[in-house]
């Protein structure tokens, strides 16, 4: 095993997704492209967890050289994979994030159902938490002010939305503006 494999990285998140109590996919996303690239590898990976996790009760499971935690949820499973060496604690912090947070976007009603109806929400909810495979956020009321959901209301707004939308172009923006600098001084010494 070489040494670069071992370095400590930021990307630590590889996928999350959920599952319904038949092993369907209601959501998924995929920071690693390497890992699956294809649809077809990537339901073939939910498939064989599912398989191996649908009926047990642990939290954890390794499964094609991957971490992976886990919860289920009256006919919901949630799944954050990691890489072989990851921290199970902070995976484990990311799902606990996922779940308390569209558990409060849910109204405690964390079901199929619920959770189809809110799809805008549950996406808005990853994207805060996780961001190209990097952990930004690990609690739950930050990611429900960031992401301008309050419980009382139905459903995200479209200027909650809108907003969402414009802060991370705004920093995207400022990261490749920083970026620009940066490889623009390394030309110039």
Same mark, same amino acid.
């Given at each position: 095993?070489?040494s670069?494999?071992?370095e400590p ?18 959501l998924?996303?995929y920071y ?17 967890i599912?398989n191996k996790t ?7 499971a ?7 935690v ?9 799944y ?5 060496q ?13 779940? /308390? +947070?569209?558990? %409060?976007?849910?109204r405690?009603? =964390?079901?199929? #159902?619920?959770l189809l109806?809110?799809?805008e929400g549950?996406f ?12 930004? /956020? +690990?609690?739950? %009321?930050q990611?429900?002010?960031k =992401?301008?959901y #309050? ?18 172009l705004?920093?995207?923006? /400022?990261?490749l ?6 490889i ?6």
């Amino acid at each position: 095993m070489d040494s670069t494999s071992l370095e400590p990285s930021l990307y630590t998140v590889k996928a999350v997704f959920i599952l319904d109590n038949d092993g369907n996919r209601l959501l998924s996303k995929y920071y690693d492209s390497d890992l699956y690239p294809s649809m077809k590898e990537q339901k073939n990976f939910e498939r064989n967890i599912f398989n191996k996790t649908h009926k047990a009760d642990n939290e954890i499971a390794f499964l094609e050289g991957m971490t992976i935690v886990y919860k289920s949820s009256i006919d919901l499973f949630f799944y954050v994979v990691g890489s072989p060496q990851e921290n199970e604690l902070m995976l484990m912090s990311v799902l606990n994030c996922l779940f /308390e +947070s569209l558990s %409060q976007i849910l109204r405690k009603n =964390v079901e199929r #159902r619920c959770l189809l109806d809110n799809m805008e929400g549950v996406f808005l909810v990853v994207d805060e938490i996780i961001d190209g495979g990097v952990i930004l /956020e +690990s609690d739950p %009321q930050q990611v429900l002010q960031k =992401v301008n959901y #309050r419980a009382d209301e139905n459903a995200l707004s479209e200027q909650s939305v809108a907003q969402h939308i414009s802060e991370k172009l705004a920093l995207t923006t /400022e990261v490749l503006q920083s970026a620009k600098e940066q490889i623009k001084w390394s030309i110039l010494k």
